[in-house]
């Protein structure tokens, strides 16, 4: 009997592990799935965590639980994938289902319960798991456009339930064509030691390619020469039939002379290393040119484990006049690969340029501070992907600036964690320090918001990126808009009121609404800057007068009232 009990334990313990390594899912949409984006496709400051499916330009399509399960979480908001749902299935996966437009009424009428429990608009919740048990193919949702969604569409992920790992969704057999091979389009070359060269130059060079005889060059049979230890990186997308989006590839490999050197799959990141896509990607491109490019190289400062193989943290050293061969294969989920080849050749430079110009040498594993006349920051360790000649300058103010414009290295080398700048404040009037703030000033003398506030005599603010800093405040409230208001304050017929509500600097930081002294629930479009309240339950009266107020107010504390009456 109990070699019985020990044979069957054994068993479902193997069909558990066989459940995870080769899990089953049906479409959470019953429609041909035609994609927007995959998975590890480059996106700002991450790697796209799920698939994009397109919902034909609409919203409304019924969304569907694509495993047995039960929601282990929904989160409200106005940014991100909106509104959202998460499901945890037995097999070890949960599956997201983000930009949605409502949920089913029952998981509705709970969200919308939290909402006027926590009187907020945004909520994050995780329900019991006897809450809402839901089976495969069971009605979950309906697909929208909430949150920050460029158009309608369903984000959907797969990601492993222990840790919340994002998963490669399309490893799944979700019913998705592609015949199509990835695309080559550019490729660059970087000298990455201070005696190497590019074309005798020690700058990087960017060289077109072109599809020839079935594989990719580059343009016009041309040979770089190339020096000392050189990094290359590239741009490629795949593309899924039915699509003409540009989506991410799932595998790239680099050759030299015919030895691999490198080779990446993207089978899970996740999220406490997303960020590092800024050191895998050639970041000054991407920022100035709007160029994605894979470097084939790994940073100092590049943990990611999506790097399967690297020989030389993929640095290729040429120390001869010879001319050796490079080789780089893209490939898809599907298998469907391109190959790009072509040649370098070495050729020293006959003297080397030093590069010129003041400089703080700032290495990337400790902590570096940096001071000028009226400022000062704090740059954390680790938060630089490589050792960084740190670049400043200043300029006067402009008018409504209160400090110097301070220049803070350049805007297209990449940060991991954000920096501690402090800067004193110039003829601030007391009564205004509470409204300062720092500020971003780009190159037409536009300011955007850095956050901050005032602190020990300086302004001071965690910031992201490099770039142009100054000190402004914020002294105008938001404005309120009515969008279908009746000057009659008459509502028959309309099923809500809606209003744009707009901040000229700070921010919203937070808007509440009462009707007769009883708050109520605005949803809150972010992309549109609009709020509105649909009438429900709470506003049963017929040919009644209600009396509506709406409080907004910024990340400064300036703050609106709108008064009104209507009848329905």
Wanted: with cysteine.
């Amino acid at each position: 009997m109990r070699f019985l009990f020990t044979l069957l334990l054994a068993s479902l313990t193997l069909t558990q592990l066989n459940s995870q390594d080769n899990p089953s899912f049906i479409s959470p949409l019953k429609i041909p799935l035609y994609l927007s984006g995959n998975f590890g496709e480059i996106r700002s400051d991450h790697f796209h965590s799920g698939i994009d499916i397109k919902t034909n330009g609409r919203i409304g399509y019924p969304v569907h639980a694509v495993e047995d399960g039960y929601v282990s979480r929904l989160k409200v908001q106005a940014n991100g994938y909106g509104n959202t749902i998460y499901i945890a299935h037995d097999n070890g996966y949960t599956s997201v289902y983000g930009h949605l437009d409502r949920y089913r009424e029952d998981i509705a009428r709970y969200v919308r319960d939290n909402q006027y429990r926590n009187k907020s608009f945004s909520v994050d919740i995780f329900p019991d798991k006897t809450q809402f048990r839901v089976k495969k193919d069971e009605l979950i949702a309906y697909s929208g456009n909430s949150g920050n969604s460029s158009g309608p569409h369903l984000h959907f992920e797969i990601r492993k339930t222990a840790g919340q790992i994002p998963t490669n969704v399309l490893k799944y057999n979700f019913p998705v064509a592609d015949k199509r091979a990835p695309v080559f389009y550019k490729v660059f070359i970087y000298p990455r030691s201070p005696k190497s060269f590019v074309s005798q130059k020690q700058d990087k060079a960017m060289y077109q390619l072109v599809s020839a005889d079935g594989s990719y060059q580059i343009e016009k049979g041309r040979i770089p020469l190339v020096y000392g230890d050189i990094g290359i990186s590239t741009e490629v997308f795949d593309f899924l039939d039915n699509a003409p989006n540009r989506c991410g590839v799932y595998t790239l490999e680099l050759y030299f002379d015919g030895v691999l050197m490198y080779r990446h799959r993207m089978d899970e990141v996740p999220f406490s290393e997303t960020r590092y896509i800024n050191a895998h990607i050639d970041y000054e491109e991407r920022i100035i040119n709007s160029t994605k490019a894979h470097k084939l190289f790994r940073l100092p400062n590049n943990p990611l484990k999506i790097y399967e193989h690297m020989e030389n943290e993929g640095i290729i050293s040429i120390n001869d006049a010879e001319i050796h061969d490079i080789k780089i294969i893209a490939g898809d989920v599907t298998g469907n690969k391109s190959q790009l080849n072509f040649k370098l050749k070495g050729m020293p430079a006959d003297d080397y340029a030093i590069q010129k110009g003041e400089f703080t040498h700032m290495p990337y594993n400790i902590v570096n501070l940096f001071s000028d006349k009226g400022m000062k920051l704090s740059i954390p360790s680790y938060a630089l992907y490589e050792d960084l000649n740190f670049s400043f300058s200043r300029v006067p103010g402009t008018e409504g600036l209160y400090s110097d414009v301070f220049c803070i290295h350049k805007k297209e080398v990449p940060l991991h964690k954000p920096f501690l700048l402090s800067i004193v404040p110039e003829n601030l009037a007391d009564d205004l320090t509470g409204k300062a703030l720092i500020v971003s000033v780009d190159d037409n003398l536009n300011i955007t918001s850095a956050g901050g506030g005032y602190k020990n005599g300086m302004v001071e603010s965690e910031i992201r990126n490099f770039g142009r800093y100054s000190i402004a405040v914020d002294t105008i409230a938001p404005e309120i808009i009515p969008v279908n208001h009746n000057p009659s304050g008459d509502y028959a017929g309309k099923s809500s009121i809606k209003f744009i509500i707009k901040d000229n600097l700070s921010g919203i930081e937070k808007y509440d609404g009462y009707i007769d002294n009883i708050w109520v629930l605005f949803e809150y479009d972010l992309k549109n800057n609009l709020i509105s309240y649909s009438f429900d339950d709470r506003i049963k009266e017929k040919n009644t007068r209600y009396e509506l107020e709406l409080y907004v107010s910024d990340a400064k504390g300036n703050v609106t009232l709108y008064h009104t009456t209507f009848t329905r």
